[in-house]
């Protein structure tokens, strides 16, 4: 593993246009092993565009690059964060945008790889404004704050948006209803929607690049999208893949994070999909006994239809892009038009 650096707002760096190469697509739709043979192939180093890469010792479940790989070449922005701590959109485009610019400097194409659609949109395009209210997600915190009690909800908060937290009684109803509320739409918390002004506002007096007045067109950048034609071909890649991590020890994983004592299943890096399932399977396990344990088919299950959900709605992130290049993943010549489309970006050609 590469060491990456810790960047924070305050020392993002003045810069120009940015030049770097994008491969994006659903989970599963063959991202990693594009993203190595690019790199077989010109001189680049990969900048995980990941929320749950970003986690150390969750590396089943996320599958993760395995140590072969990461050896093989420069990998960014991968095990720099313990579960326990959160990781945001906005931290992501900063350390990206050193890390691109960095990496340009030394004579090498920049390649950011991954899923997560919210941290592309953020480098690409900045983010939208903070999400409207959605009825369905507050009549459900309603409800949880029925049973729980608003302290308890408050407490919940703390775990996913301390800064927020920190500054709301735990009597304050409305605030922390709204709180939670903004942080399960997004995947974001409220107070870094506050950020974004922050580093916006330095970026104007700095003469940096903000994560708001990120302009697309003034970098030189190709975004390949990895797309299926027939959603049935992911669907079994996703099985697939699932099965493996259940087979390479992933539920031992996931024991052994509830083993620490200090993570819970409210934290952002439990919510991932897979570990989310894992959590509540492993409850259900504890409370029924060994007798009344749930088949493990049943996570299986869960597991497999959670994951199809995620890449329902990166398919649905990545048409609302109009700016990529879209490489059917099903098509048996798909490898090989990734690397020609890389290989006119690697020599500037358009």
């Keep these: 593993m590469h060491p990456t650096p810790s960047v924070s707002p305050s020392c993002i760096p003045a810069r120009g246009p940015l030049r770097y190469l994008a491969l994006a697509g659903p989970t599963a739709s063959g991202k990693t092993a594009a993203a190595l043979a690019i790199a077989r192939e010109h001189d680049t180093e990969i900048i995980s565009v990941d929320s749950a890469l970003v986690y150390r ?78 009825p369905a997600i507050r009549a459900e915190l309603e409800e949880e704050a029925k049973q729980k009690g608003w302290p308890a909800m408050h407490a919940a908060l703390a775990l996913v948006d301390p800064v927020t937290a920190a500054r709301l009684n735990p009597a304050d109803s409305q605030r922390i209803q709204r709180a939670l509320e903004v942080f399960r739409i997004s995947g974001q918390p409220l107070s870094f929607f506050h950020t974004t002004k922050t580093i916006a506002a330095h970026a104007d007096a700095t003469g940096a690049r903000g994560l708001n007045d990120h302009n697309l067109s003034e970098d030189d950048t190709l975004l390949i999208s990895l797309e299926p034609l027939d959603r049935s071909w992911l669907h079994q890649r996703i099985a697939q893949r699932f099965d493996a991590m259940l087979a390479s020890g992933f539920l ?66 990545l048409r609302s892009m109009p700016q990529r290049r879209v490489v059917a993943c099903d098509d048996p010549a798909a490898l090989q038009q990734v690397l020609t489309i890389a290989q006119v970006f690697a020599e500037g050609r358009t």
């Design 57 to 134: 010792g969750m590396d089943i479940g996320t599958a993760k690059p395995t140590s072969a790989e990461l050896a093989a070449v420069p990998h960014h922005l991968i095990n720099i964060r313990d579960p326990l701590q959160a990781y945001s959109a906005a931290e992501f485009v900063t350390d990206a945008q050193t890390l691109i610019a960095d990496i340009t400097a030394r004579g090498k194409l920049a390649l950011l790889v991954g899923g997560t659609m919210l941290y592309f949109k953020a480098l690409l395009t900045g983010l939208d404004a903070m999400p409207k209210a959605n």
């Design 252 to 317: 031992d994983e996931v024991q052994a994070l509830r083993a620490r004592g200090d993570l819970n299943a409210d934290l952002p890096a439990m919510r991932c999909v897979g570990y989310r399932q894992a959590w509540e399977y492993l409850d259900a396990h504890e409370a029924g006994g060994l007798a009344g344990h749930p088949p493990l088919a049943e996570l299986r299950d869960k597991g497999i239809f959670a994951t199809r959900q995620l890449a329902k709605r990166q398919i649905t992130w």
